[in-house]
């Protein structure tokens, strides 16, 4: 059974540090992993699809890395913002139809 | 650009009424999914569908029933309900058949009290 683990599970730092978000699972046979986020009171927004032959992703100042035999993909945020204060979740894939979801990493970013 | 589109934002229930959730999106996805989100709990799967015809249990379908007459609309009912059903739920499509495969996207979701 697949379960992704996200530690810590909230995280408190100030503006302009370099941060890395930790996600991990236990079933490596993944097809692809995915980094979310959820500000309070919103839905998911989708950061960055990782597939399973990739080694890394990046958009902006966000950069997810996948390493499928150690069962673990970081998202790293470069210089820090307020505005980056929210919940970051992961998901992996379960069969072809279902996403297992950590339960995040609630990240403030203290001006 | 609507993408996933929830109704209502906010209800509240007393126990044993029913309701149905509304799900539309207008990015012609194969896909569409309800989760629930809960405190400590995370994101869990309700039900979802490959396409119109076409739909299938999650994790929690106890008390919730679905169906896909069209693409574009997935409404969850719930058919009486519980204070356990109090959540906050959240529809998601994905393009292309294998929604575990595909970037998801999330509605803004539908905030549920049942008394």
């Known amino acids: 059974k697949q379960e992704v683990t996200q530690i810590p599970a909230a995280l408190s730092v100030p503006e302009g540090e370099n941060l890395v978000l930790n996600c991990s699972f236990t079933?490596?046979?993944?097809?692809?992993l995915q980094w979310f986020r959820q500000d309070p009171g919103k839905g998911l927004t989708s950061l960055l699809l990782?597939?399973?032959?990739?080694r890394e992703q990046t958009s902006g100042r966000l950069n997810a890395s996948l390493d499928k035999s150690s069962g673990r993909s970081t998202l790293y945020i470069a210089a820090s913002q307020p505005g980056d204060s929210a919940t970051y979740l992961c998901a992996v894939p379960r069969g072809s139809e279902k996403l297992v979801f950590g339960k995040g990493m609630k990240l403030t970013v203290n001006p | 650009n609507a993408g996933v589109t929830q109704t209502p934002k906010f209800q509240v229930l007393k126990t044993g009424q029913s309701m149905t959730l509304q799900c539309a999106q207008d990015?012609?996805?194969?896909?569409m999914s309800w989760y629930r989100q809960d405190p400590g709990m995370g994101l869990r799967l309700i039900h979802y569908?490959?396409?119109?015809?076409?739909?299938d249990q999650g994790e929690v379908p106890n008390g919730y029933n679905v169906s896909r007459s069209t693409t574009e609309d997935f409404p969850l009912r719930l058919l009486s309900a519980a204070p356990s059903q109090t959540s906050v739920y959240f529809c998601?499509?994905?393009?292309?058949?294998?929604?575990?495969?595909?970037?998801?996207?999330f509605g803004e979701g539908s905030r549920l009290t049942v008394l």
């Open positions: 990015m012609n996805h194969e896909y």
């Open positions: 569908s490959v396409g119109a015809g076409i739909t």
């Open positions: 998601a499509s994905s393009p292309g058949l294998a929604g575990g495969h595909g970037e998801l996207f």
């Open positions: 990782i597939q399973s032959s990739q």
């Open positions: 079933d490596s046979a993944i097809y692809n």
